[in-house]
């Protein structure tokens, strides 16, 4: 295949790309299949925006996950000390295929089936607190609480132990520019709490993930402790924080089309493939996870140098018209098969079962609960995170 120059991508508005990403990514896919843009930290990265060129992308075993691949001086993304980078997020064969058989057991259907019912109980009673004031923040009360509970409970981690995990994310995933050290020190309380979490489970091991992963560690030696570390760094910060937004997104996506929620309202049956095309239409993965070519590669006609940063757009995939007709439209009954919300290729999302499994359940008790849900919005608008690695809301007020 011939090779060409990309154009020039059109201009980017940082604050457009936070409120309206869709329309964005619709001008840079129209312009072109790859564009030289800046990463988040100002260094440049090649964006890969149509679907085909994406699927393939997220499954091509030139494309690697491990930082060691990266050119020097090239956009790496986030960078964690050792103890939490050796994850699954930064491997390639043969060690992500070791470590992803050891935890995979925990998210088999089967298993996550048995989460069922404790996660509607978990939602029901989140939703008995909020139910007197006849309004509420969703993010803050609803579908952040859910799926921390639901993965600290899987983990073992006690509740009290809980409640800074919401601000450490956050400082990772969004930090405010006006505190330049607020990641840094969000790494360093997230470091100290899992030594000491996998130091009290070593002393009194229980039935739960965690005290199963450190006898491999401890046993069989399957595991470094820094990969134990990174292993539960990231059960932990991809099994919350990705699930909080697609439930917050997917509950402003039906509140804002009430032909389709009253279409789901009428059939709950449904509600399986809807949080597809939920996830499909405002998913809370933007990027997928950056790559380094192995090798000098071609895609969509563009020559891209090894060792170069590829950030492939799952946002602009989904509005691929060529793959999704009308892609802007949401419509629970479309057939989504391809969608890749979570992933594609052997790094698909480890966590995909729970998280569908923890959105279906949280819409459901949601909407049984308040046939009368509806949008609260402020006069300034709903805010969104300030963030190209996440799509999610800041907060998302309801009245009831």
């Known amino acids: 295949m011939a090779t060409t120059t990309p154009a020039p991508p059109p201009s980017v508005d940082p604050a457009e790309l936070t409120a309206d990403p869709y329309s964005v990514y619709a001008r840079l896919r129209e312009a072109g299949p790859v564009h030289r843009v800046a990463g988040a930290d100002g260094v440049s990265a090649w964006l890969v925006t149509r679907y085909d060129d994406v699927r393939r992308a997220l499954a091509d ?35 992500h295929t070791r470590i992803r058989r050891l935890v995979s057991q925990a998210f088999t259907p089967r298993r996550i089936a048995l989460l069922r019912e404790p996660v509607r109980k978990t939602a029901d009673l989140l939703l008995d607190a909020i139910e007197p004031h006849g309004h509420a923040d969703l993010i ?10 639901v993965i600290c409970e899987l983990l073992g981690v006690a509740p009290q132990d809980r409640q800074d995990f919401r601000s450490w994310t956050d400082a ?12 840094a020190g969000a790494v360093r309380s997230m470091l100290a709490f899992f030594t000491q979490l996998i130091a009290d489970k070593r002393a009194a091991p229980a039935d739960d993930l965690l005290s199963a992963l450190i006898a491999v560690r401890d046993d069989e030696d399957r595991l470094s402790e820094d990969e134990l570390m990174s292993l539960v760094f990231l059960v932990l910060f991809a099994g919350y924080e990705n699930t909080v937004h697609l439930i917050g997104n997917a509950t ?34 933007p990027l997928a996870i950056r790559r380094f070519p192995t090798e000098d590669i071609t895609i969509g006609g563009v020559a891209i140098p090894a060792g170069e940063t590829v950030l492939l757009s799952l946002a602009s995939a989904h509005r691929d018209p060529h793959r999704f007709a009308e892609p802007d439209r949401l419509d629970i009954g479309r057939d989504t098969t391809g969608h890749l919300a979570l992933g594609h290729g052997i790094h698909y999302c480890l966590g ?41 809301l800041l907060a998302l007020p309801v009245s009831y």
């Open 352 to 392: 995909a079962p729970l998280a569908r499994m923890e959105t279906e359940v949280a819409l459901a008790a949601l909407l049984d609960r308040f046939p009368g849900l509806a949008l609260d919005i402020p006069p300034d608008g709903l805010k969104w995170r300030p963030s190209p690695r996440a799509r999610g």
């Open 172 to 183: 990772l995933v969004a930090p405010d520019p006006a505190r330049p050290d607020q990641a």
């Open 61 to 95: 075993p030139r494309l690697s996950l491990d930082k060691a691949n990266a050119a020097p001086g090239g956009y790496r993304g986030l960078t964690l000390p050792p103890a939490l980078d050796a994850n699954l997020l930064n491997m390639d064969p043969p060690d």
């Open 140 to 149: 803050a009360s609803y579908a952040a609480p859910l799926p921390i509970t």
């Open 252 to 285: 402003l996506a039906l509140l804002s089309h009430p032909g389709q929620l009253a279409a789901l309202r009428a059939d709950p049956g449904r509600l399986s493939g809807a949080v597809d095309e939920l996830a499909r239409y405002d998913g809370p993965v």
